[in-house]
């Protein structure tokens, strides 16, 4: 319901041919992602089921992923035969204990905190870039890591839980204590002791976090 307002300015020739207006892309509902800009987060009360409390939240940064953004740039629409990257605006802080969360809408993803890449490897998935400070689960129940001079991705568990279409998975960020714990469902996976070169990015503030998706999937994020 309500007003909406749309202008366009059209640039070009008499050659040129131009459409302005209004489509649906394939949504069927409409969520509200949003809440009130306020630099401080508020103290309201909180059921635990999220987005009861004011405050500034990250979402995936259109100007650092390569993948289109759906639902207020909480979902990453990941397409099909490519990897498809995500990263969010804001790193977590250099002290404290944080946690966020990805749904996956199908198998194939990667999720996890990193370093945001230059815009020459934007388009490189996490996993294969050179320049990467990285740690993530991955769906086929892995976590690894790498860092700049390490020379290769490292598998640091195996066997963990897979995820499939629904799945909840989250991170648990303690900056303090230098550890990322893996959660999927909400039962702890594994708990990851960062590697010096690691904890040092994390603990300056220059990690963020990341959904890395193949094949279609999409991958819908929880600050």
Request: contains cysteine; glycine residues 14%.
């Amino acid at each position: 319901s309500g007003k909406i307002y749309i202008e366009a300015i059209i640039k070009g020739g008499l050659g040129t041919y131009a459409n302005v207006g209004l489509m649906n892309v394939g949504e069927t509902s409409f969520i509200t992602d949003s809440f009130i800009d306020t630099p401080v987060n508020g103290n309201e009360a909180s059921t635990g089921a999220g987005g009861e409390r004011r405050g500034n939240y990250a979402t995936l940064n259109p100007l650092a992923s390569d993948s289109p953004l759906l639902n207020g740039n909480l979902e990453s629409d990941g397409a099909s035969g490519a990897w498809k990257f995500g990263i969010g605006t804001i790193p977590f802080p250099k002290s404290g204990k944080w946690y966020f969360e990805v749904q996956a809408t199908a198998y194939s993803g990667n999720f996890g905190i990193a370093k945001l890449l230059s815009s020459s490897q934007i388009n490189t998935t996490i996993r294969d870039s050179s320049e990467s400070t990285a740690v993530w689960y991955a769906f086929d129940g892995k976590v690894w890591s790498r860092y700049s001079g390490q020379g290769s991705t490292t598998s640091v568990q195996t066997g963990l839980t897979t995820f499939n279409n629904g799945d909840i998975v989250g991170f648990g960020v303690n900056v303090d204590d230098e550890e990322v714990k893996f959660y999927v469902n909400g039962s702890l996976q594994y708990t990851y002791s960062l590697p010096t070169q690691i904890a040092a990015d994390l603990t300056a503030g220059r990690l963020f976090p990341i959904v890395d998706t193949y094949g279609g999937v999409n991958a819908i994020c929880n600050f």
